[in-house]
């Protein structure tokens, strides 16, 4: 890093990513590494004042014997072990020359980081936080690949939660024979396709093959609304359905069926008595919807919503993207899968076009489509624009 870079992160001030640190103290130090490498990385300047960003720097002495304590801590400290990056930086400050030393902290692949203590700290803005809620700990761990929300066993959940119809059939669809054909009985097939762990249901197997899903997991619903008008604040809704439920295949189908009846059918070149066409891609929908469905956070108890505005429909889905990917690699096909098995049951029971192609296919057919990563408010959000007013620009709009 050259100087003019430095000094303008320092006038930037402390953020989630950039702490400044007069002289070192060692807890502290393995405090902020660890919050760093459980949320996004970052850099740590030693010889700047946290609270003036004045420029203090270090001496020969104190560089030498920085660096051979951040290893040590970055080593013994912190659990399991991180690598870290350190440079030495010269500014020049009244005709002096100033030594910082630099300490780069890449996010973590092992997550979560903890302490000699066992304490997992997290970043919250320029500050940092203590993790103590088992969620969120959870989410750490599928962050790094340790744990899959949808392989979790759901508690109270038993083999009469399944609905077997709807288990034998996916079954057949899948190998093209039945279980009993395959030599199974109903438990061991259940067990061989990850719906049942343990005696328990898995997420996966509830959200698929369930009785009834929502009786154990409340929030995973699709929240449906139609407003009158571009914005939440709206006060009159033209339709604000019961939220839906269901297994995730009932999900979709219901959630297409309030998407096709709430948006406008163009007459281009059909019969006068013909529905026409949607106004929006009915493509672009269908992959959109799976792709909340499906790719989803499911460690948030929070609902997929569904807002159809005037100017525009928004599909969000909890969960920010996952492992540091972002919304240009998803564009090109480049996928990060949360949850396997959830798509893995999504091939067979969803008009599904392949794994990473969902959001590229969309954009083929749609190409006005925004795509959000709110990574702060830990939602993927996609906007497609509607039509405003179709009957202004000559187009025919019939009534569904």
Known sequence: MDTTELLDIIRGGETSTVQLKQEMDEDKIAAEMIAMSNSKGGIILIGVKDKTGEVIGLTYEQLQLYNNRLATIASDKVKPQLFIFTEVVSVVVKDEIKKVLLVTISEGLNKPYKDSNGTIWVKQGADKRKLTDNTEIMRLFQQSGNLLADEMEVYSTSIEDIDEWLFADYFKREFKRTYQEKGLTYEEALKAKRVMR???????????????????????????????????????????????????????????????????????????????????????????????????????????????????????????????????????????????????????????????????????????????????????????????????????????
């Open 198 to 400: 343990n005696g328990k249901v898995t997420l996966a197997g509830l959200m698929f093959f369930g009785k009834e899903p929502q009786a154990v997991k409340p929030a995973l619903t699709i929240k449906v609304v139609s407003f009158g008008g571009n914005s939440l604040s709206a006060s009159q809704y033209r339709s604000k359905p019961e939220d839906l439920r269901g297994t995730i295949p009932e999900l979709f189908k219901q959630a297409m069926m309030f998407l096709k009846s709430s948006l406008h059918h163009i007459q281009q070149g059909q019969g006068f008595n013909s529905i026409g066409i949607l106004e929006i891609s009915q493509i672009a929908l269908e992959e959109i919807l799976q792709n909340a469905l499906l790719h989803r956070d499911y460690f948030k108890n929070a609902p997929v919503r569904v807002f159809i505005f005037d100017n525009r429909v928004e599909i969000i889905s909890p969960g920010k993207l996952p492992n540091g990917l972002t919304v240009d690699e998803i564009k090109y096909g480049n996928p990060v899968i949360r949850n396997n098995l959830m798509v893995a049951f999504g091939i067979h029971t969803l008009p599904f076009s392949g794994l990473g192609s969902g959001i590229r296919r969309s954009l083929e057919v749609q190409p006005n489509i925004e795509l959000v990563n709110d990574v702060e408010g830990e939602l993927f959000i996609v906007k497609i624009p509607r039509i405003e007013d179709p009957l202004i620009r000559g187009i025919t709009v019939s009534s569904n």
